[in-house]
Nanobody, 120 residues
Framework: QVQLVESGGGLVQPGGSLRLSCAAS????????MSWYRQAPGKERELVAAISTTGGSINYADSVKGRFTISRDNAKNTVYLQMNSLKPEDTAVYYCKARVITAQTPYDYWGQGTQVTVSS
């Protein structure tokens, strides 16, 4: 069955770094656009970064540009989010999402999320 398993979250001080991983299984990973979202308490889930199937197209939320880097390894069925210069406002549950569009219909799969807490 389809599985997306995030890992790498934790507690980090402001200015620190974390690397999130999302391991995929149960579908053809290389056909899916992969994204990272986050949801802070009391806020809506927001897009952080997205990467195309080959990695040739990448987009970031303005709030993380220059600090976060999304990448993927299709041989390992894994997408990553390198987070540097972390700020308290980056505190959230981070989710990965896989999307494929077939016959103009989007199909989305979500992971269970990993908590990132930025605090001194």
């Amino acid at each position: 069955q389809v599985q997306l398993v995030e890992s790498g979250g934790g507690l980090v001080q402001p200015g620190g770094s974390l690397r999130l991983s999302c391991a995929a299984s149960g579908f053809t990973f290389s056909r899916y656009v992969m994204s990272w979202y986050r949801q802070a308490p009391g806020k809506e889930r927001e897009l952080v970064a997205a990467i195309s199937t080959t990695g040739g197209s990448i987009n970031y939320a303005d709030s993380v540009k220059g600090r976060f880097t999304i990448s993927r390894d299709n041989a390992k069925n894994t997408v990553y989010l390198q987070m540097n210069s972390l700020k308290p406002e980056d505190t959230a549950v981070y989710y990965c999402k896989a999307r494929v569009i077939t016959a103009q219909t989007p199909y989305d799969y979500w992971g269970q999320g990993t908590q990132v807490t930025v605090s001194s």
